[in-house]
């Protein structure tokens, strides 16, 4: 199957015998797929300045089982500047979609979600919030969207003063029934993760507790490489 230039994204790559590369790619209308760029590691590839991750491409390949080949790649805009803290965010994002993903699976709307959360990383904007937000359409693409405008005991609207407890399976109730693995997190930090205006510390951690434990629900027991980088760093702005 020939595919002609699609919009995507390079999540990541790694080398591949001598001269060649696989890439983990995102694209806009055929999801994650794996690909081999043959020769792209060879000096005289004119190519190979575009092999950078988070950077908005043009890609055409062939499929042939599980993974492709690479045909075609071009630029259509600049790669994003990014570093510290916001580069990390977004080796975070890119985990998340080889992990969580499966391939061949189309999502118009995470691939948007994507973009958008590339964007605000790269003008520098909290990334706390922005990878909640991502979180959030990661989950739904998933078949996980999380319950945050009603009670799913009551049915009745989330009232902001409100404290809920989130059960991972079914959403916020205001009564946890002795369950020890929901999440307390107040209607507040609900309603602002629904509308994406995560924008008071005390919201914003209490989603991250939250988003943790339905992704971890799907990740399993082998830690992300993008956690302990950014521990890391934390770390070491403390001992400075």
């Known amino acids: 199957m020939r595919i002609p230039l699609n919009p995507c994204y390079i999540l990541h790559l790694r080398p591949y015998r001598e001269t060649s590369l696989i890439a983990d790619v995102m694209s806009r209308d055929h999801g994650r797929i794996t690909l081999v760029a043959k020769g792209a590691r060879r000096h005289s590839c004119r190519s190979a300045g575009l092999y950078q991750p988070m950077r908005p491409l043009q890609i055409a390949w062939t499929m ?3 993974m492709g080949t690479l045909t ?3 630029a259509t805009a600049a790669a994003q500047t990014l570093s510290g803290q916001w580069l990390i965010a977004a080796f975070y994002l890119n985990e998340l979609l080889i992990r969580l993903l499966h391939q061949h699976e189309s ?3 995470l691939y948007a979600a994507y973009e958008r959360a590339l964007h605000d990383l ?3 904007r909290p990334e706390e919030p922005t990878l909640r937000v991502f979180e959030k359409h990661l989950l739904l693409s998933l078949g996980y969207g999380l319950v945050l405008d009603q009670d799913f005991q009551t049915g009745l609207p989330i009232e902001p003063e409100t404290t809920y407890f989130y059960a991972l399976d079914r959403g916020p109730c205001r009564e946890n029934a002795k369950r020890t693995d ?5 209607g507040a930090s609900l309603l602002a993760l629904q509308s994406e205006s995560l924008t008071d510390t005390a919201q914003i951690l209490e989603c991250k507790h939250l988003m943790r434990a339905m992704l971890d629900a799907q990740l399993g027991t082998r830690p992300l490489g993008s956690r302990k980088l950014y521990r890391q760093l934390v770390a ?3 001992s400075n």
């Not at 929901?182 to 107040?186: G, K, L, Q, V, Y």
């Open 236 to 238: 070491n702005r403390s």
């Open 107 to 109: 999502h118009p709307e």
């Open 122 to 124: 790269s003008e520098m």
């Open 64 to 66: 042939r089982g599980d």
């Open 182 to 186: 929901d999440i307390r997190i107040s």
């Open 72 to 74: 075609g790649i071009e």
